[in-house]
T-cell receptor
């Protein structure tokens, strides 16, 4: 079956532009996570959804970052007024249930802010 | 504060040798410890995971050793192959609910023939 997909795979933005990154989790997966991975680093947690409810957004670095999952499936991570320090790979992961289980990662969106 | 410390940063191993990557954690509430493998341009993929009720778990050529008292765990790759060349991340999370993974900084493994 299809895994987690993300689009676009690459995004170049000028500083100050708004961007929207999309995540399509594995069908039927309840939990969805967003992580940020800087070059040469491990992924760092941004936010977590259980169905459509955003249960944890403690990792969002500023109020320029906003995530939603309105129908409990596809999720969008939006970054407003992008800054150079936002350049990173943004990873989405989903898991089947709300209890601890394997998180399946998408290929990520590589964002470059110039 | 780095909650999961991983070493070494990079590792070169001869084909057929043993690759060993170590991690240490601080938060005693962690009780799920997965290892992820990441190839360039791809997302991390789960390799093997362990819970603290066992001290070792083996799946094929991959073994996790876990030392709860020392708050350390390690990944051993036996008979390392060039196809194992990738970046490996240890991670940890709390079992209560579906909680985010806390990752180490990664180890870039190169297996040379």
């Amino acid at each position: 079956g299809a895994g987690v997909s993300q689009s676009p795979r690459y995004k170049v933005a000028k500083r100050g532009q708004d961007v929207a990154l999309r995540c399509d989790p594995i069908s039927g997966h309840v939990s969805l996570f967003w992580y940020q991975q800087a070059l040469g680093q491990g992924p760092e947690f941004l936010t977590y959804f259980q169905n459509e409810a955003q249960l944890d957004k403690s990792g969002l670095p500023s109020d320029r970052f906003f995530a939603e999952r309105p129908e409990g499936s596809v999720s969008t991570l939006k970054i407003q007024r992008t800054q150079q320090e936002d350049s990173a790979v943004y990873l989405c992961a989903s898991s089947r249930t709300s209890s601890q289980e394997t998180q399946y990662f998408g290929p990520g969106t590589r964002l470059l802010v110039l | 504060q780095q909650q999961v410390k991983q070493s070494p940063q990079s590792l070169i191993v001869q084909k057929g040798g043993i690759s060993i990557i170590n991690c240490a954690y601080e938060n005693t509430a962690f009780d799920y410890f997965p290892w992820y493998q990441q190839f360039p341009g791809k997302g991390p993929a789960l390799l093997i995971a362990i819970r603290p009720d066992v001290s070792e778990k083996k799946e094929g050529r991959f073994t996790i050793s876990f030392n709860k008292s020392a708050k350390q765990f390690s990944l051993h790759i036996m008979d390392s192959q060039p196809g194992d060349s990738a970046t490996y991340f240890c991670a940890a999370s709390k079992e209560s609910g579906n909680t985010p993974l806390v990752f180490g900084k990664g180890t870039r493994l190169s297996v040379i023939a």
